[in-house]
Nanobody, 115 residues
Framework: QVQLVESGGGLVQAGGSLRLSCAAS????????AGWYRQAPGKQRELVAT???????NYADSVKGRFTISRDNAKNTVYLQMNSRKPEDTAVYYC?????????WGQGTQVTVSA
């Protein structure tokens, strides 16, 4: 069964750092384009950052300069480094990736930033 598995979530104090990982399993395909999204309580899911197979990146204005998306193709894994965390970054973070012709979502990982 093909799936994207996120890890690295947890509780961090404001100003702290955290790195999320998204690893593909069960697929013969490498992660092509990928992205991180988040959904805070009572809000819609929003785009955080994307990365293409060639490494081009794009960020939401709210995280520019604080978050970095990257990839390790050898490990078939996409990362989200989150620095200078703010309480408003609290959300469930989801990984989304294109493997072959199918786009998959991870199960989500909770990130909580305390003031």
């Amino acid at each position: 069964q093909v799936q994207l598995v996120e890890s690295g979530g947890g509780l961090v104090q404001a100003g702290g750092s955290l790195r999320l990982s998204c690893a593909a399993s069960g697929s013969i395909f490498s992660i092509n384009d990928a992205g991180w999204y988040r959904q805070a309580p009572g809000k819609q899911r929003e785009l955080v950052a994307t990365i293409t197979s060639g490494g081009n990146t794009n960020y939401a204005d709210s995280v520019k300069g604080r978050f970095t998306i990257s990839r390790d193709n050898a490990k078939n894994t996409v990362y989200l480094q989150m620095n200078s965390r703010k309480p408003e970054d609290t959300a469930v973070y989801y990984c989304n990736g294109l493997l072959g012709l199918t786009r998959y979502w991870g199960q989500g990982t909770q990130v909580t930033v305390s003031a």
